[in-house]
């Protein structure tokens, strides 16, 4: 079975830092494009980065310049560095692994990160 497991998260004041990462089994990690998704009470799930199987990255606006991914697929881990956190950030993070032709999507359970002012 495929499972994605994420943790890092946690309780953090404003500017501080997290790790978060999402831990794949029965993938081959290397093969799937991979994205942190984040969802906030009463508002819609949102791409909040990206990394393609070659390791290109892409950000949402608001959080460019201060959070990174990036894979180890050795480990079959992708990672999300949040720094300078914001109140905005609080949200529950999701990992979403995409494999296409044939396509599959893959859905972890979630890691709460909460952001106090």
């Known amino acids: 079975q495929v499972h994605l497991v994420?943790?890092?998260?946690?309780?953090v004041q404003a500017g501080g830092s997290l790790r978060l990462s999402c831990a794949a089994s029965g993938v081959i990690?290397?093969?799937y494009a991979v994205s942190w998704y984040r969802?906030?009470?009463g508002k819609q799930r949102e791409l909040v980065?990206?990394?393609?199987r070659g390791g290109s990255t892409n950000y949402a606006d608001s959080v460019k310049g201060r959070f990174t991914i990036s894979?180890?697929?050795?480990?079959?881990t992708?990672?999300?560095?949040m720094n300078s956190l914001e109140s905005?950030?609080?949200a529950v993070y999701y990992c979403n692994a995409?494999?296409?032709?044939?396509?599959?999507?893959y859905w972890g359970q979630g890691t709460q990160v909460t952001v106090s002012s």
Not at 78 to 81: A, K, R, S, T
Request: aromatic share 8%; net charge negative; charged share 20%.
């Open 49 to 52: 980065a990206a990394i393609t």
């Open 88 to 90: 905005e950030d609080t």
């Open 71 to 76: 894979r180890d697929n050795a480990k079959n």
């Open 78 to 81: 992708v990672y999300l560095q």
């Open 98 to 105: 995409r494999h296409i032709n044939p396509n599959y999507n």
């Open 6 to 11: 994420e943790s890092g998260g946690g309780l």
């Open 39 to 41: 969802q906030a009470p």
């Open 29 to 31: 990690f290397s093969v």
